[in-house]
């Protein structure tokens, strides 16, 4: 009875300890399976793309400058001769019309020499006269009415000359126009040449705006632009360039171009700020991917500095390193490593490494 006692104790034994090697050995194997689905399973990435030389991605970049408003014409007024400034019948924001009074100095001197020169103009006119009657009736030499006479003309040309003095004491306007500045007041002494108004015509108006050296080749007589003018509720307005400088400013590698605008609501006033959109081709070169325009946030850099994009290769990601270009409002230009027709990869390429599987989506999904 001891003795079968005993075996039965083993057989129980050795069966939990089957048991027990059994169920690891399952365990194992399950971890096993789990361990190799997950390093066999690649996680697929979701992007989206734009096609490299489309609508969206084409050649014509909207280049932007800021500029300021110039009058189309501007005339300083000024005296012809010295003397104390009476009268400035005009004020700065007035509207005048052709020779229409806006400045006037004391032209008392003026007058008076004028008389006398007329005076003189009379007696010379009588003296050539009475010379010239007697000369008709051959009572005296030629030569002595040919001094009468020019001395008579003479004495015109010196009346003519001071009466010009007499009208230079005033200022009219040349144009229709606004006074746009006053550079004197009554009392003050002015002189030949110095400026007293400013008359301005804002039918038309000009853009000014400063462009780098290396993009003024860029822009050329006739091109169109956009101009917007924030202090007019972003009034937007097309013009035409009428004038490109060939000589940079002083000082500053930086020339001007000037678009020309129609203004006939006087609305658009010299000085105000402007930002002026030109629609052109980017001109880097001969080649072609040089007018490939992406969006600059689709750009990585690599620690080294070296700038890459992801671009869909069938189901993979590429990694594709370019060269970059001039930048653009709507992006930037990339001279090398894309080519039209390219896939490139707008969204989700953050989550990517080289030849990672994606899957290309719509907007509409």
Not at 38 to 64: F, L, M, P, Y
Not at 120 to 127: D, G, S, Y
Not at 230 to 248: A, F, R, W, Y
Not at 258 to 282: E, H
Request: hydrophobic share 35%; net charge neutral.
């Amino acid at each position: 009875m001891i003795l079968k006692s005993k075996s039965n104790m083993k057989d129980k034994h050795l069966w939990f300890t089957l048991k027990s090697v059994s169920i690891v050995l399952l365990f194992l194997v399950a971890v096993s399976c789990g361990g190799e689905e997950k390093t066999t399973t690649s996680k697929v990435i979701k992007v989206r793309v734009i096609n490299v030389g489309s609508s969206t991605t084409n050649s014509n970049a909207n280049i932007e400058y800021n500029g300021t408003i110039e009058s189309d014409v501007a005339i300083n007024s000024s005296f012809q001769v010295s003397g104390t400034v009476l009268n400035i019948p005009v004020q700065i924001g007035d509207f005048v019309k052709k020779n229409q009074l806006i400045a006037q100095i004391d032209g008392t001197v003026y007058s008076s020499q004028y008389e006398q020169q007329l005076a003189q103009e009379r007696l010379a006119k009588e003296n050539f006269e009475r010379i010239n009657k007697v000369f008709q009736k051959g009572s005296i030499a030629e030569i002595r009415m040919l001094e009468a006479r020019s001395q008579y003309e003479q004495a015109q040309a010196a009346a003519k000359m001071t009466y010009q003095n007499v009208r230079h004491a005033k200022i009219y306007a040349p144009m229709d126009g606004y006074i746009s500045n006053k550079m004197m007041d009554a009392g003050d002494l002015a002189q030949p040449g110095q400026p007293v108004v400013e008359l301005v015509n804002i039918n038309t108006v000009k853009a000014a705006l400063p462009i780098p050296d290396s993009e003024i080749n860029n822009i050329a007589k006739g091109d169109t632009a956009t101009v917007n003018i924030p202090s007019l509720k972003d009034m937007n307005v097309t013009g035409t360039v009428d004038e490109v400088s060939i000589q940079s400013n002083q000082g500053s590698p930086v020339y001007t171009a000037y678009v020309t605008l129609n203004n006939t609501s006087k609305k658009i006033k010299p000085g105000m700020t402007c930002a002026v959109t030109f629609q052109q081709s980017p001109k880097t070169g001969n080649n072609e991917n040089q007018s490939i325009i992406i969006p600059s946030e689709s750009i990585a850099v690599t620690e080294d500095g070296k700038r890459f994009v992801y671009v869909a290769n069938g189901n993979n990601a590429e990694r594709r390193y370019v060269d970059i270009g001039q930048l653009y409002d709507n992006g930037i230009a990339i001279t090398k490593g894309l080519s039209k027709g390219d896939q490139l990869i707008v969204s989700g390429y953050h989550k990517l490494t080289q030849s990672t599987q994606v899957e290309v989506i719509n907007d509409s999904k």
